[in-house]
Nanobody, 123 residues
Framework: VQLQASGGGLVQAGGSLRLSCAASRRTFSNNAVGWFRQAPGKEREFVAT????????SYADSVKGRFTISRDNAKNTVYLQMNSLKPEDTAIYYC?????????????????WGQGTLVTVSS
């Protein structure tokens, strides 16, 4: 499966963005999908994950209450709605398809990765 992340851009602190992760070549409707991010000079970290049917979600403490992950399997797309953005949210955001229907927070459980989309939050 090939993943394409989009929706990044430049936004002021307090603003919102919605990222999309679209799958091609093969559906990922049976797989969990996660979002991860990598800030300049830092390691890539977990942001959020959603189970195959959307029934289970999990968030990093740093984004809980501000970000919402969702999916539309009919469109083969997963979304990350980001509200109340902060400068520390600045990073390249990656989506990834998990090995199974439920996605843990560990990156090695995700075997298909998109190319990333840059989110820049200005203060």
């Amino acid at each position: 499966v090939q993943l394409q992340a989009s929706g990044g851009g430049l936004v002021q602190a307090g603003g919102s963005l919605r990222l999309s992760c679209a799958a091609s070549r093969r559906t990922f409707s049976n797989n969990a999908v996660g979002w991860f991010r990598q800030a300049p000079g830092k390691e890539r970290e977990f942001v959020a994950t959603i189970s195959w049917n959307g029934g289970s979600t999990s968030y990093a403490d740093s984004v809980k209450g501000r970000f919402t992950i969702s999916r539309d399997n009919a469109k083969n797309t997963v979304y990350l709605q980001m509200n109340s953005l902060k400068p520390e949210d600045t990073a390249i955001y990656y989506c990834a398809a998990g090995r199974g229907p439920y996605g843990p927070r560990t990156q090695n459980q995700y075997n298909y990765w998109g190319q990333g989309t840059l989110v820049t939050v200005s203060s």
